[in-house]
């Protein structure tokens, strides 16, 4: 099987599946005032043939009002509930809502899919607990005509923790598309998304053939992360 990755923004991102057809995730276009976070617009053509959507939770990052838009009606639609609210007008579309370690089984121009949820989890500062059960991660199986199988785990927003290695170590990764952020406040609570410790131990425990990094901040913390990693440029297509 051929792959072509294109980063669109945010969290948003599209992988071809042999010139037949796209899965892609997380569709979301609205940014706070002053902001300096690029976007691939949604009139893009980057947006036609998504057959299959991913949606790792129901934030501003992940989808909003303007990302259904972007959304073909015949797509499939894997998600959280907490989502429904903007998927009310999608009528003809398949939406499932899906929560940890549930399977669920699509055929796509005649290729197998099955999509696994996995668990993600937030964890804060000293005081804080991980949120468990907020938003979703994807081990994504796709099995061509032929039975060849390739299989792509996309991280969502997550921290490293070994429920998650226990879920995925037997698989083989081909791909694996990991969330990197930062620390978002105080040593005594919030939140905390994968740092670059964390995705070199994903990587470790989990050898996956290929890794695409997203970053999903505005410009100017791009630019400081690109001091100690290789990250994908909106817009940037990448053949795998």
Known sequence: MEFKFKFLGKTCWFLEVDKKFKIGCNPSFILKKNSDIKLVSPTDDSFKNIKLWLITECNPDSFDEEGVKVIEDEAKIISRKECGKYLRDKKNANIYFVDWFKKIDLEIKGYKIVVEVIPTYKGGGFLSNPILGKANGYLVT????????????????????????????????????????????????????????????FIRTLNPTEVITIFSKGESSRKEMKKYIDLIEVGEEKDI
């Open 142 to 201: 796709i099995i061509d005509k032929l039975g060849k199988v390739k299989r792509i785990y996309v991280t969502g927003e997550t921290i490293y923790q070994e429920n998650i290695i226990k879920t995925l170590i037997y698989y083989p990764i081909d791909i694996m598309i990991a969330n990197i952020g930062h620390i978002k406040n105080s040593y005594f609570g919030g939140e905390k998304s994968m740092d670059l410790v964390m995705l070199n131990s």
